[in-house]
């Protein structure tokens, strides 16, 4: 390691539990949630993802593929304050630096030391006449040094001449040197032009193959795009067919209780299947797979989600060319918009079969959010733009220009008014006409968030350090504030028990409906929660986050059920759809989920 010397001593936070070292390429655990250096963590885990290894601090098993950069603690690094080593000087422990006062005393960051290290003026460098003879200097004194160097050589060194002195000596020498019109002179020139031929021989060698490369270029492209799509298709066949293993695995281990619970109980079926009717005289195996269709088939909605559950990925849709910000479900439509400026319209009526069918054009800016209702699907972002669809025909309704003088974070919907958020502010507009209503002004920050509660006779607004409760009917009176000091929100919802605040500092915040008191921190995610999606039942929760995971949560016990790590990216939004839950990511692509009754 370079010689470091830091202006405050590093936090032990920063430093392994392992090597007790500053942290070197910081890795977190999302199963126990702590920090190791790269190196010091992956030789005890193996490389196919099995657990090889226990967390030194308590325990957990850990597992590779649950290890991921710890950004947040690497920018704390980069962010330390030191000395260049180019001013310091070794102690006598032979393990500290003390700083040198003739050296450079300039404080740099620890992640930007290179930028200035390397051109630092106090950097030793060696004479390039002769570091033997002459020795190293600081680099902003070795153009003085340069002046009187007495080391220069001959520019005939190369024939022979063994003259050195100083420049302005070897310039006069070498008007007069003795090898200046040696026969040798001759030789160096047929050498320079035969390596001339040479190079331009690999010069005519390079230029055609460049033309050939610039020539086939378009079939390059074109077979790298076939090989995308062959690899997309065949990922999703990978996708199918790990689901229906996941199906008949569950079968299987069903039919195997089965048969095991029913042994001793099969001359009573005999028995009694004889004095039946037709109809329930069903053929033993078809009754066998009514029994597991009960235990083991998808809710057909989720008002009837129970606990306990399993969620699984059973696809991936592909398509948008940016981050997705946001998502809405209609009827059996999905409706995906992002950083592409477009929205793209999802047929979900068969989930294996789903494609995008229409692509909405009119934004142009990213789009952060969207929201439906009365007909009508209305969008909004970074341009600054409100814009209403016809849900039937999907075509433009109306649009705002400078609906706001920044972007527009959040949009809601109560069946009369449409609510929008930027910073600082929001605005209520009629929703048929989109002309401005009301405004609430001089709020704490960016409002990222909106909320409606179940009546819609409530907006609940999130900023920095409180959440905001209004009238949502007319009056957009202030009901209500819960102040807090848990950083900005970026996600909100309301159940008929509970206001769920996400918030930078990673935790999602319950709150009583009625009473505004503080209940419980659900503590999980290591990133920002970026969004929420409670069940119409209110006893499960979903929560999207910077880490890159979805979070299933037990509103009844307030503990986590479930994580969902299929993504390679922030989880911008999350949304329910049927008895599937779908999340938009910052790798372009939405994981569908199918909800799973367990045992």
């Not at 331009?200 to 378009?218: A, F, P, T, Y």
């Not at 909004?380 to 025909?393: P, R, V």
């Not at 509103?555 to 938009?584: A, F, W, Y």
Request: charged share 20%; hydrophobic share 35%.
């Amino acid at each position: 390691m370079l010689p470091t010397k830091f202006v405050v001593q590093p936090s032990e936070s920063l430093k392994c539990p392992i090597c007790r070292e500053l942290f070197k390429d910081p890795v977190i655990s999302t199963q126990c949630g702590h920090t190791f250096c790269r190196n010091c963590i992956r030789n005890g885990v193996s490389l196919t993802g099995n657990a090889t290894t226990k967390c030194p601090l308590d325990g957990t098993i850990l597992q590779r593929t649950h290890l991921v950069s710890n950004l947040a603690v690497r920018g704390q690094i980069e962010d330390l304050l030191i000395h260049c080593r180019h001013g310091l000087t070794r102690s006598d422990s032979e393990e500290d630096f003390d700083i040198d006062s003739s050296g450079c005393q300039e404080r740099i960051s620890f992640g930007r030391r290179r930028e200035h290290e390397d051109l630092c003026g106090f950097a030793l460098v060696p004479c390039p006449n002769s570091s033997n003879q002459c020795g190293k200097f600081r680099r902003k004194c070795l153009e003085e040094h340069l002046k009187v160097c007495a080391q220069y050589r001959c520019q005939y060194s190369v024939k022979g001449c063994e003259h050195v002195g100083t420049k302005q000596n070897v310039e006069e020498h070498a008007e007069e040197c003795k090898f200046k019109h040696s026969s040798d002179l001759i030789k160096c020139q047929a050498l320079h032009s035969e390596s001339s031929e040479e190079l331009r021989s690999s010069i005519k060698v390079l230029s055609d193959r460049v033309s050939w490369l610039e020539s086939h270029q378009d079939a390059l492209v074109t077979q790298v795009e076939q090989c995308n799509s062959a690899v997309s298709r065949l990922s999703e066949t990978v996708e199918d067919l790990a689901f229906q293993v996941e199906q008949l695995s569950v079968i299987l281990k069903r039919s195997s209780l089965y048969r095991e619970t029913s042994i001793t109980s099969i001359p009573e079926t005999i028995n009694s299947s004889q004095s039946t009717s037709p109809d329930d005289t069903t053929s033993y195996s078809h009754a066998h797979k009514s029994l597991v269709r009960l235990k083991t088939s998808p809710a057909a909605h989720q008002d009837v989600w129970g606990i306990p559950c399993v969620f699984k990925c059973i696809g991936t849709l592909r398509g948008h060319r940016g981050t997705i910000w946001s998502m809405v479900s209609k009827g059996h439509r999905l409706f995906s918009a992002g950083g592409d400026q477009v929205i793209k319209v999802w047929n979900m009526e068969n989930v294996r079969l789903a494609k995008c069918t229409e692509v909405l054009e009119g934004h142009a800016d990213d789009i952060h959010t969207m929201c439906v209702g009365g007909g009508k699907l209305y969008s909004a972002g970074s341009d600054q733009a409100i814009i209403s669809w016809n849900l039937e025909n999907l075509t433009l309704h109306k649009k705002i220009e400078n609906a706001h003088d920044n972007i527009i974070c959040a949009i809601v919907y109560n069946g009369q008014y449409l609510f929008t958020s930027s910073h600082s502010c929001i605005k209520v507009w009629d929703a048929s006409s989109l002309e401005e209503v009301h405004e609430m002004t001089d709020l704490h920050h960016w409002v990222r968030a909106l909320a409606l509660d179940a009546k819609r006779e409530k907006l609940y607004s999130g900023s920095h350090n409180v959440v905001h409760i209004w009238d949502a009917t007319g009056s957009f009176d202030l009901r209500g504030t819960i102040d807090h000091s848990l950083g900005s929100v970026y996600s909100l919802a309301v159940t008929k028990h509970f206001i769920l605040v996400g918030t930078y500092n990673q935790n999602i915040h319950v709150y009583d409906v009625n009473t505004y008191q503080s209940i419980k921190a659900l503590v999980g995610h290591i990133g920002t929660v970026t969004g929420l999606a409670p069940a119409v039942t209110g006893k499960l929760l979903f929560s999207a986050s910077y880490d890159t995971t979805v979070q299933v949560w037990n509103l009844d016990t307030m503990l986590p059920m479930q994580t969902l790590s299929r993504h390679e990216g922030s989880v911008n939004c999350v949304v329910i759809h049927k008895d599937m839950l779908l999340s938009g990511s910052e790798d372009m692509e939405i994981k569908v989920f199918k909800y799973f009754k367990a045992e």
